[in-house]
């Protein structure tokens, strides 16, 4: 994949086009199970960043959550493990959304 902007639906993956389409895959499958929780959001954007360090690379993934028509959640994780960096980022989007939803039925 050339692409450096992968869209579905209201799913938007920046800098996803540099892997393999096996990588891109386990991706989905991985996003499709988290965004179960997540509910109705307005738009999910995702932006791979990889810094190479000594032989391996660190991914560093920025999550940025809308919801609603002015809400905006924002997340950052990094790690050697691509999988592992993008369950945290989604873990930590899914977690402040909770909160916020809390705090608003709480009103």
């Known amino acids: 994949m050339t692409d ?4 579905e639906g209201n799913i938007q993956l920046v800098n996803f086009g540099k ?6 895959k386990k ?3 991985l996003l499709s199970t988290r965004i179960k929780k997540l509910r109705q959001f307005t738009l999910l954007k ?3 960043r990889m ?4 032989t391996q ?5 920025e999550g940025e959550l809308h919801v609603e028509k002015i809400k905006r959640i924002g997340a950052i994780a990094s790690d ?3 999988y592992k960096a993008l369950d945290g980022v989604m873990h930590r989007l899914t977690s402040e959304l909770e909160h916020l939803r809390k705090d608003k039925h709480k009103k």
């Open 4 to 7: 450096e902007k992968i869209r």
């Open 19 to 24: 892997l393999d389409e096996i990588e891109i």
């Open 27 to 29: 991706i989905e499958t």
């Open 46 to 48: 995702l932006n791979l």
């Open 51 to 54: 810094h190479k360090h000594a």
């Open 57 to 61: 690379f660190i991914h560093e993934i």
């Open 80 to 82: 050697k493990n691509l």
